[in-house]
């Protein structure tokens, strides 16, 4: 048995992780002040309003493209600083902007620090994380992101049920909540941001990514501390074996389609897509328009919302005690089945017109059946399943993915909502988790237990790994 350093390898994964609490936060917190700004910019027409609504999905895909070279050049570490820093900056900016351009400009810029935490703070944290942890430990970082996006559900829910119902939209634009309400509610975030951006400068740089540009002898020191002496002579002789002699050598995008790193690039791209087009998303961002048509008034609405961040949270714990006990292959089977098998019951409850309590409990099923499956276990495969050497490169590529499918997602909910009404729209989503069911039961190996480099020479063609 090793002895790991678990007070040293926590906290330097609940650093980490502190992008996943930023981008949770970051990523809801628009929904509470849409009410206002949209006042306070006198935004009147559908694409300007849709404009500020989605700005921000072209700067996570930015940020989520630019990670990989970024992360391979400079290190892990520097790109969490960097995630902090735009945090920061982009939050009290948003905010305050004087007018919609700058506000535009600015909410991409947050989407871009979002981009760049979803993919270096999952694997920071699954190359300083021994074996038998790294399951629940990068889980954590999903953790976060909940947490975050239950601390803005709470703060929106608080603001906006001090608006009188009835009021106009002049009423709402000349109230305080219109004027500087819903500035407080972006610049917020600035305070967990400087927390993570100083404390960031307090963590070592990954050990995987120190041998794999020539830095041994600092890499072992990391390793030493993770898991005492011996573990750290062997965790580094069992890195530099599959790294080779290429360390300080530039990742170069054809390497993606090597034979062993392409069977696991399609798998991360697929695992994304699906962790996005199982549907759960929609549950998220059109959670008013569901509840609305279960025949849900304005304040039970958003009450309803808070329950749905709650049940996430709770679900998201119980995914962080299986994760490294049953497994990854376990929990998404059980996942894609449960949401697949929830989604059609929601279509039937449409279909034969059942309204409130029936629809909000399968919504609610639906989301622990996400959030203790596909929702941190797609992260921790992302993070895991590709070589040390085109890691960064490789899990760019499948956030960039993830990226896309929201978008996709989100962008064509109210066109199939309206051509197949919500009892279909809800069973086309349960078709695609019927789908991914086959394909992580056929497709998608496990990997509890094992360390990244078993897991690469795993996947390897055959042959290759002797």
């Known amino acids: 048995m090793e002895h790991y350093n678990a007070r040293y390898v926590g906290l330097i994964s609940i650093v980490a992780a502190l992008g996943g609490l930023l981008f949770g936060y970051d990523w809801v917190v628009i929904g509470g002040a849409k009410p206002f700004y949209e006042k306070y910019f006198e935004l009147n027409t559908g694409q300007l309003v849709g404009w500020a609504n989605s700005c921000a999905l072209l700067g996570c895909l930015l940020g989520s493209l630019l990670a990989g070279g970024l992360s391979d050049r400079f290190g892990r570490k520097i790109l969490l600083i960097l995630s902090a820093f735009l945090f920061a900056v982009s939050s009290v900016l948003t905010g305050w902007a004087p007018v919609f351009l700058w506000f535009v400009v600015w909410r991409m810029m947050g989407g871009v620090a979002i981009g760049l935490a979803s993919n270096v703070s999952p694997i920071y944290i699954a190359e300083v ?6 399951g629940r430990l990068v889980s954590l970082n999903q953790l976060t992101i909940v947490v975050g996006i239950l601390a803005a559900q709470v703060v929106n829910w608080l603001i906006a049920r001090k608006v009188a119902e009835g009021a106009t939209a002049e009423m709402i634009r ?19 941001s400087v927390v993570f951006f ?10 995987r990514w120190l041998v794999k540009n020539g830095k041994r002898d600092l890499a072992r020191r990391i390793l030493a501390r993770i898991g005492g002496e011996p573990y750290g002579g062997r965790a580094l002789a069992e890195i530099q074996a599959t790294i080779g002699a290429e360390t300080h050598a ?17 798998m991360g791209v ?3 897509v699906l962790q996005q087009w199982s549907g759960i998303n929609v549950i998220f961002n059109y959670a008013e328009e569901i509840y609305r048509g279960a025949g849900y008034g304005v304040s039970d609405i958003l009450f309803n919302i808070v329950i749905t961040g709650a049940i996430n949270l709770a679900f998201t714990f119980v995914a962080l005690g299986l994760v490294d006990r049953f497994g990854r292959r376990v929990l998404m089977l059980i996942g894609c089945a449960g949401i697949g098998i929830s989604h059609g019951l ?13 629809v909000l409990v399968l919504t609610l099923c639906t989301i622990g059946c996400y959030a203790m499956s596909l929702a941190p276990v797609t992260w921790v495969l992302i993070s895991e399943i590709f070589p040390n050497r085109v890691r960064g490169l490789a899990v760019s590529v499948s956030v960039s993915a993830l990226w896309i499918a929201c978008f996709v997602l989100t962008f064509t909910f109210p066109v199939l909502n309206s051509a197949l009404r919500s009892a279909g729209t809800f069973w ?7 789908g991914g069911f086959l394909f992580v039961l056929l497709r998608v190996p496990e990997t509890k237990g094992k360390t990244l480099e078993q897991i690469e020479r795993d996947l390897a063609p055959a042959g290759r790994a002797a």
Do not use: H
């Open 129 to 134: 994380s021994p074996a038998p942890w790294r």
């Open 174 to 192: 000349l109230s305080w909540n219109g004027q500087y309400g819903w500035r407080w509610m972006f610049t917020a975030v600035a305070v967990p």
């Open 198 to 207: 100083v404390s960031a400068w307090f963590v070592p740089e990954s050990p």
């Open 250 to 266: 530039r990742v170069r995008w054809r390497e993606l389609l090597a034979p062993g790193v392409k069977r696991a690039l399609a």
């Open 270 to 272: 697929v695992l994304a």
């Open 346 to 358: 929601v279509g039937l409850a449409y279909y034969f017109g059942m309204k409130g309590l029936p």
């Open 428 to 434: 086309v989503y349960a078709g695609i988790c019927f």
